[in-house]
């Protein structure tokens, strides 16, 4: 688990508001939910099988011996307050994102830890393919509004609950021909969860798996026509895409689409944005059979990818540099009016030499510097420097406000 300090937050709040204005102009509203869920939750829309609930959740019991789970991923949180407070009946149609931390106890490494965070979106009630190259087409122009180029969008169909069983039972007669070949995890879970196995970053299980059956080979009629609609779309929206056949997903509520926004600049660990339909999970979770749509993208992994890209920390529009007590009195007033009206100005507090407090001045990049001391105040005068300039200039107290307000705006 990590901090995140001034010089690296401004990159962060960049993010958040880019997908706050973006998600916003798409019809997404912004929801927050707890950081701790009953354990169940996870289990139920997870699965039992999957490695988040079997290996990496922080599970606890409280006081009065019920299980709660630190959340891991966000949307079985969202589906359970959409149906906790029945959001369905005011409209079945929700367009909700959220923002905010997540925790699995899995190895660090690049860009991911214990506690990372999350942006993420749900479009709940729509089964119209045309949401799911809208969700697609928003990810990214998300992408493009940051400056991160270095993706690719990848797609494939996870099939339902009709096709799914059926290429399940092939694929577990495939790898049980391959098992000596397969890691140790991979053994285990080839029945339970057999199409995690294609997922494996081990080479072994790679190139054990390479001429697997495709999940695409395998889709009922439905399934197929609305991959089929799903790719026309993107083409119509000219959102470039490739298909991976053998992309899964590691939760086991995903069915038909899924997705994954990856990059060749983190390594193994290449996915930045994923997710998919998830149209049996609200039903699962007791609410009613509506369809669902979704994704999320790793935070730490943006900044990552930004480098050289980030955003340094906002610099003061003023300095005000004070000699004496009475001089620091009327500046200190002067500062306070300033910030209420909206402008970031900074003084000293310490009382030190006009030599310490222009440093001060030149290392916070303050675009100007209010110089004020005995004799300015006897003569209600001020000096302001032009710092980028090179340039200062005397300028009345009475007006003092007005004319820095003025030359402030238009800096």
Not at 20 to 33: K, Q
Not at 195 to 200: E, F, G, I, P
């Amino acid at each position: 688990m990590n901090d995140v300090l001034p010089g690296e937050v401004e990159t962060w709040q960049f993010l958040e508001n880019q997908a706050r204005s973006i998600f916003g102009n798409y019809g997404f509203a912004e929801i927050r939910v707890p950081v701790v869920e009953k354990t169940e939750l996870f289990c139920r829309s997870i699965g039992e099988t999957t490695d988040i609930v079997e290996k990496e959740m922080y599970t606890f019991e409280d006081k009065s011996g019920n299980s709660l789970t630190l959340r891991p991923e966000g949307t079985a949180p969202v589906m359970r307050s959409y149906i906790q407070n029945k959001l369905y009946a005011q409209d079945p149609v929700a367009k909700l994102y959220y923002m905010g931390p997540m925790f699995r106890y899995e190895r660090p490494q690049k860009g991911r830890y214990r506690q990372f965070h999350q942006i993420g979106v749900e479009a709940i009630g729509i089964e119209d393919p045309k949401i799911d190259a809208q969700v697609l087409a928003m990810l990214s122009h998300f992408f493009a509004a940051v400056g991160i180029e270095d993706v690719s969008l990848q797609i494939n169909s996870l099939g339902c609950p009709e096709c799914r069983p059926g290429y399940r039972s092939a694929l577990i007669t495939y790898l049980q021909e391959r098992l000596g070949k397969l890691c140790a995890d991979c053994q285990r879970r080839y029945q339970s969860n057999p199409m995690r196995v294609l997922d494996c970053k081990v080479p072994d299980c790679k190139q054990a798996t390479a001429d697997a059956p495709s999940v695409l080979d395998n889709l009922c009629g439905n399934c197929e026509a609305h991959f089929g609609q799903v790719q026309q779309s993107l083409r119509d929206l000219e959102i470039p895409f490739a298909v991976n056949p053998r992309m899964v997903r590691g939760l086991d509520y995903y069915t038909k689409t899924a997705f994954e926004m990856v990059t060749g600049s983190l390594g193994a660990q290449n996915a930045v944005a994923a997710g998919g339909r998830y149209d049996g999970l609200i039903k699962d979770l007791g609410g009613p059979a509506l369809p669902g749509i979704g994704f999320a993208m790793g935070v730490e992994r943006l900044v990552l990818m930004l480098g050289d890209n980030k955003l340094a920390p906002s610099r003061p529009d003023l300095f005000l540099a004070a000699l004496g007590a009475e001089a620091a009195r009327e500046t200190f007033r002067i500062m306070s009016g300033l910030q209420r009206r909206g402008l970031h100005a900074e003084m000293d507090y310490e009382g030190r030499s006009l030599k310490a407090q222009l440093r001060r001045a030149d290392k916070l990049r303050s675009r100007y510097v209010l110089i004020l001391g005995e004799d300015e105040l006897a003569r209600k005068q001020a000096t302001l420097r032009d710092m980028e300039a090179g340039t200062q200039e005397e300028v009345p107290l009475s007006a003092l406000e007005q004319i820095l307000l003025s030359k402030l705006q238009r800096a």
